[in-house]
């Protein structure tokens, strides 16, 4: 956990940086891997995803102290949601492909995943955490170009960027990926650690859906 000061001269308080998210089957995670090694060649200045860290996100919430993530866990625990079906199919490119900052794998899902992204943004909004500005997006990134934010949508700076150029030619020649279909029957909270190395995911609690 990172360590944040206080400003009352009380001494350190711990926080965390969390995020809600679904996890991925064994299985698909596999055949995720291999379809990296397969194209991570024809896009080689932008940062890759490590097969393992991959989850589709519902809610990032950012730092937050230890009696905060507390009350994140007590309010989810007391969410009821069903559990979801979720196939992992063809990919594309945020905010656009000739503006390509985020090259993602697709999701459809049952409506339960919509519902259950709601009812996390009801319920941690209900702590004073914001809201999402925009439209929940499902998908899992799979690459950031090399400089940039990796939110979906258009953003202030965003430009014609020919990173992901060699990356689209492969893909129009080929057919959409398919990574198969999973049930999620459950959904967790993540603590975030940024290293040298990048990221780090760690499940700190998790919530079963019926």
């Known amino acids: ?7 009352d001269g009380c001494g350190p308080i711990t926080a965390m940086r969390v995020f809600i998210a679904l996890d991925l089957a064994e299985a698909i995670r596999q055949r995720i891997a291999r ?3 397969g194209v991570r ?5 932008a940062r890759w995803v490590r097969p393992e860290s991959t989850h589709v996100t519902l809610k990032f919430i950012g730092e937050k102290p230890a009696d905060a993530v ?3 866990k ?3 625990s007391s969410m009821e949601a069903a559990s979801i079906e979720v196939a992992f199919r063809g990919c594309g490119f945020f905010p656009s492909p000739q503006a390509a900052r985020v090259f993602w794998l697709g999701i459809e899902a049952s409506p339960e995943l919509r519902s259950l ?10 702590l004073g955490i914001p809201r999402e500005e925009h439209r929940f997006t499902p998908h899992l990134t799979l690459a950031r170009g090399a400089s940039g934010s990796g939110a979906p949508g258009w ?11 060699r990356l689209q030619e492969k893909l129009a020649v080929g057919a959409a990926p398919e990574f198969g279909t999973m049930t999620a029957r459950e959904f967790f909270l993540y603590q975030s650690q940024l290293l040298r190395g990048g990221a780090q995911y760690a499940k700190i609690a998790r919530f079963a859906l019926r």
């Open 1 to 7: 956990m990172a360590e944040r000061r206080r400003t």
């Open 70 to 72: 507390e009350q994140i």
């Open 117 to 126: 992204a709601a009812a996390v943004e009801e319920a941690t909004a209900a």
């Open 41 to 45: 060649e024809f896009a080689p200045e």
């Open 74 to 76: 007590q309010a989810l």
């Open 155 to 165: 953003r202030k700076g965003d430009r014609r960027n020919p990173g992901f150029q």
């Open 35 to 37: 379809y990296l090694d």
